[in-house]
């Protein structure tokens, strides 16, 4: 790996209540920026995630669950519960979700200048907390961004506003990833392909979409890659798309394309270099479905998946 890389994650824990028919509910740590921060740390990296807590059992659950992996985590003076959300789960493991979320971010305190910076989900839309969110992806632009808008319909608000600050978060970034769920919400009388294209159009130098179980594509200056998803036994898919992105940000700085001297390099990135990023990617979101909860690889399970001895 090469020299360590400061890593910002920017967003929401949630507590995750998973319910499924007979059984007993169980409590997983989740929010999406939680989720790709706890991915990256698993992978051999020390991100910062700058959050919100609140002083319950839940709370603690999440940070004692980030902080044993390695991610430090750093939150504002908000006062409130922890974030949660019912997670319902059919008899194929997909997941629902019913959320009663807060979001009101302070101004983002660093003590050190970050290499890379991600957001995503519902961090960048529900105020007035995602105003924050903004002006720090606006005040860090020497780093290297990523950003997942990783839609959640409760939480979005009227459509338009939510995707002119979806879009908004888009230019300002050089990697985006979003699903194909996303993008027909946003946009659904469109492909998802088309959106892609407009988003790539818009200044990204990477644009990631993730098919389920048909696997993700990637749209970048010199064209199009797709890349199948590993055939598993899926226990639920909670996470999995977060754990696709902390894969193609691991994969991304194990090729040097992260950090504010990458950022030439990241927007002429090769195909072969997408393709890899993309296997990365889809096989750390096919650990995570093989079990229970947002539980991604760590770099054995990873090269295993991807058959590297």
Not at 60 to 67: F, G
Request: charged share 20%.
């Amino acid at each position: 790996m090469p020299d360590r890389l400061e890593l910002l994650v920017i967003g929401e824990c949630v507590a995750d209540i998973v319910r499924q028919p007979d059984r007993a509910d169980r409590v997983h740590p989740g929010g999406s920026p939680a989720n790709v921060a706890y991915g990256l740390a698993r992978l051999g990296h020390h991100p910062t995630l700058h959050t919100q807590l609140g002083a319950d059992g839940h709370g603690r659950l999440i940070r004692d669950h980030l902080t044993a992996a390695g991610v430090e985590v750093r939150t504002d003076d908000a006062t409130g519960p922890t974030p949660s959300a019912v997670v319902t789960l059919d008899g194929q493991g997909h997941a629902t979700y019913a959320f009663d979320v807060g979001w009101t971010l302070g101004p983002v305190p660093l003590d050190r200048v970050p290499g890379h910076v991600h957001t995503g989900s519902i961090a960048a839309v529900v105020e007035p907390g995602a105003a924050t969110v903004l002006a720090a992806l606006e005040s860090l632009r020497a780093a290297t961004i990523s950003y997942d808008p990783n839609v959640r319909p409760e939480l979005m608000g009227d459509r338009a506003p939510a995707v002119a600050r979806v879009e908004r978060c888009v230019a300002l970034s050089d990697v985006v990833k979003a699903s194909d769920e996303d993008l027909r919400w946003l946009h659904p009388d469109e492909e998802p392909e088309r959106i892609a294209g407009r988003w790539l159009a818009a200044g990204p130098a990477l644009v990631l979409v993730t098919r389920g179980e048909a696997g993700a594509f990637a749209l970048f200056p010199g064209g199009r890659i797709t890349v199948e998803a590993p055939a598993v036994e899926v226990a639920d898919t909670v996470g999995a798309g977060d754990a696709f992105m902390s894969g193609t940000l691991h994969a991304l700085a194990a090729h040097g394309l992260l950090g504010p001297d990458a950022r030439d390099r990241l927007h002429a990135v090769d195909r072969d270099t997408v393709a890899d990023v993309l296997r990365h990617a889809v096989a750390s979101a096919a650990v995570t479905v093989s079990r229970a909860g947002a539980n991604p690889p760590g770099p054995d399970e990873l090269r295993t998946a991807l058959g590297v001895n």
